[in-house]
């Protein structure tokens, strides 16, 4: 199943699906914007701490710290595990 493109796929749907909930959220339990901003600032910062971990597989692969940095912070754990297992190339 970890070798399956599909399942990844699955899960980076489930993590744009989180992203929305998370803005939507915020935009129903708070009322000032930096109180909307709260949940996806603080999303973004959880998947930014995988960086670190996401920057060594995307150099290994030849991308670029920015094309790594962005689909880190969109989709998380659910785009470098398949892109350090070969499931997917990019």
């Known amino acids: 199943m970890l070798g399956k ?8 749907f489930g993590a744009i699906m989180l992203w929305v909930a998370v803005i939507v959220a915020g935009s129903q339990l708070f009322e000032s914007t930096g ?18 971990l996401s920057s060594g597989i995307g150099k290994a692969k030849g991308l670029s710290m920015f094309h790594t940095f962005i689909h880190t912070a969109v989709f998380g754990f659910t785009w470098w595990v398949p892109l350090k297992k070969g499931v997917i190339d990019r």
């Open 5 to 12: 493109r599909l399942f990844w796929d699955a899960l980076m």
């Open 35 to 52: 109180g909307k901003a709260l949940l996806p600032v603080a999303l973004l910062l959880m998947h930014c701490g995988e960086f670190p």
